[in-house]
């Protein structure tokens, strides 16, 4: 069966830091994979998609994430982050072809301070 | 504007009221699912419909219902609440094949 491990529950980070938040499946097939972002209080919404080409994803407010598949991972990256990027993260899988179900991690936490 | 309304936001009802929560899409997507979110387990899918009159059960299926009589709406029924059903749920749409869910924004339901 799918499944998709994301590392890190939470996060606590400074303005300007780096962000890299880890994501592994497992499906041996061709996958669509997707990284999700839910603000407090909010529904989820796209922050960027890989269905196939460059494995190098450039996603909406300055995010980023590269699909290694020998490593079948998603990680998501983001070089300085602001306090306005606390949210969940939900890293997504979806095998290509399928019937569209989605396969969600568990969530990453993050959290910026000033 | 291309849009997933669910309602209600919020629901407090008590063990064995039955309720139903509504979703409606704009974008005349054929798929639509429902997800229930709680902490630490991500989002899992409760059901799914491929179009009308087409539904199949999810990964967490018991204790809830579903129709698909119209492409555009998606009703989740849970005829007898029970505390464990207490959570956030989701309704998604999508068109078939290679294309991202679009959501609601999510109804929390506490079942007391």
């Known amino acids: 069966a799918q499944s998709v491990s994301q590392h890190n529950h939470h996060v606590i980070l400074s303005e300007a830091a780096s962000l890299e938040l880890g994501c592994n499946y497992s499906?041996?097939?061709?996958?669509?994979l997707f990284w999700y972002v839910q603000y407090p209080g909010q529904h989820l919404q796209l922050l960027l998609k890989y269905f196939s080409g460059d494995p190098l994803v450039k996603g909406i407010k300055g995010f980023e994430a590269e699909f290694i598949k020998s490593k079948f991972s998603f990680n998501l990256r983001k070089p300085s982050v602001q306090w306005s990027d606390t949210a969940e993260y939900f890293c997504a899988v979806r095998a290509s072809g399928g019937y569209n179900k989605l396969i969600f991690g568990a969530g990453t936490r993050l959290a910026v301070h000033p | 504007e291309a849009q997933v309304t669910q309602n209600p936001r919020y629901l407090i009802t008590v063990t064995g009221k039955k309720l139903t929560v509504t979703c409606s899409q704009n974008m005349n997507h054929e798929y639509m699912s429902w997800y229930r979110q709680d902490p630490g387990l991500g989002l899992r899918q409760i059901y799914y419909?491929?179009?009308?009159?087409?539904?199949d059960k999810g990964d967490v299926p018991e204790g809830y219902k579903v129709s698909r009589k119209e492409k555009r709406n998606f009703p989740l029924i849970l005829e007898s609440p029970s505390p464990n059903q207490t959570s956030l749920y989701f309704c998604a749409s999508s068109q078939q094949g290679n294309t991202e869910a679009f959501f609601g924004q999510g109804t929390r339901l506490t079942v007391v």
């Open positions: 419909s491929m179009n009308v009159e087409v539904t």
């Open positions: 499906y041996g097939g061709t996958v669509n």
